[in-house]
């Protein structure tokens, strides 16, 4: 069975105490492209504004009202069901037939746009997610915005909570395929590789923590540009290096475990086995199933923040790149409830 071990906070556990997701409207996500719709082509845009209501299954919706498969209807990326969310949504549809798309009633769901362009909708297509969140209940809001400071700094790129599923479910279903179990549904068999390499990454980032390393470049670690996928490694420390990482134009990186080379060398290399090796047995189910071996940044640092105290609540707000989690924020600003996943919970 995995340890799962709570994980190491940068700045040391929060004392305050908030509700989050007392209702939908408290956790508001704007989905915003990297890409600006052509306006023309033979695939169909559709900006949708759901509340109470997953990803999947306003895909679903959108299949049976086409006509098409489940499949053929594509997303950038996943966005939580307890919130208010505007995503974009995609599917081809032949330029000179009729879409009655105005008239369509989907459950729980709004259409707010609809646009051409030329090519499909992929995943992680996306420039940013713009986040505004109530905090209901604060105990201490002039700790919480006292702390709201440090979030400038970066926080642990932790993925979040949701990622594992209620009660680490994803994480059990990962054990059961690796120990030889069929799964065959493919996107729950996706669900649990990617809960697999995600825990496996988040124990990384804990661990960098814990031995004063987060902010720390030791020789051989691999660093990524930021704002860019692109990284390289440091074959040696040095204070321009430092300096760099300091003013957050530069982010070291842990593996995302699979297939590959390892990138890292020298003390990094040893750092990042040493940690593996507590979990080899999801290391290795990774590898069997021929994940490629990729690296993420152990640092976010949420832009355009803004915060301000309502009454015994705490409004902020802030941009997130894509596939980073609002969640892995708050939990270095306050020790919040999330009232959302409890609902889920009881479903």
């Keep these: 069975m995995i340890n799962n071990k709570p994980l190491a906070y940068l700045y040391a556990e929060p004392t305050a105490t908030a509700l989050l997701r007392q209702q939908a409207d408290d956790f508001i996500v704007d989905e915003q492209l990297n890409f600006s719709p052509s306006g023309a082509g033979e695939h169909v845009l559709l900006q949708i504004e759901k509340i109470g209501q997953n990803t999947q299954y306003v895909a679903k919706q959108l299949a049976t009202l086409t006509g098409l498969r489940v499949r053929d209807i594509s997303y950038a990326g996943l966005k939580d069901r307890h919130a208010v969310t505007r995503q974009w949504f995609c599917f081809k549809w032949p330029i000179k037939q009729e879409l009655d798309w105005q008239s369509w009633q989907l459950e729980g769901c709004k259409i707010l746009d609809m646009q051409r362009h030329y090519r499909k909708l992929r995943l992680g297509a996306l420039k940013a997610n713009l986040f505004k969140i109530r905090l209901r209940e604060v105990s201490n809001a002039a700790d919480v915005l006292k702390r709201a400071e440090l979030l400038l700094d970066g926080v642990p790129n932790y993925y979040g909570e949701q990622r594992f599923g209620i009660n680490g479910g994803n994480l059990v279903l990962a054990e059961q395929l690796f120990s030889g179990q069929s799964i065959t549904d493919r996107k729950l068999r996706g669900l649990a590789l990617s809960a697999a390499r995600s825990f496996i990454f988040n124990q990384q980032v804990a661990a960098r923590i814990n031995h004063g390393l987060f902010n720390q470049i030791v020789d051989g670690d691999v660093l990524q540009l930021d704002g860019s996928g692109s990284v390289f490694r440091a074959a040696q420390t ?96 306050v020790n919040y409830r999330d009232c959302g996943r409890q609902a889920a919970a009881l479903e």
């Design 238 to 333: 040095d204070s321009a290096l430092q300096q760099r990482l300091t003013e957050k134009d530069l982010h070291i990186t842990a593996v995302l475990a699979g297939i590959g080379e390892p990138m890292v060398s020298a003390t990094a290399a040893e750092f990042e086995q040493q940690v593996l090796a507590q979990y080899a047995s999801l290391v290795q189910g990774l590898e069997d199933y021929r994940l490629k071996a990729e690296r993420r940044a152990i640092r976010l640092v949420p832009q355009q923040l803004a915060i301000q105290q309502q009454g015994a609540d705490i409004n902020l707000s802030f941009a997130l790149p894509a596939g980073c989690f609002a969640t892995s924020v708050l939990r270095e600003l």
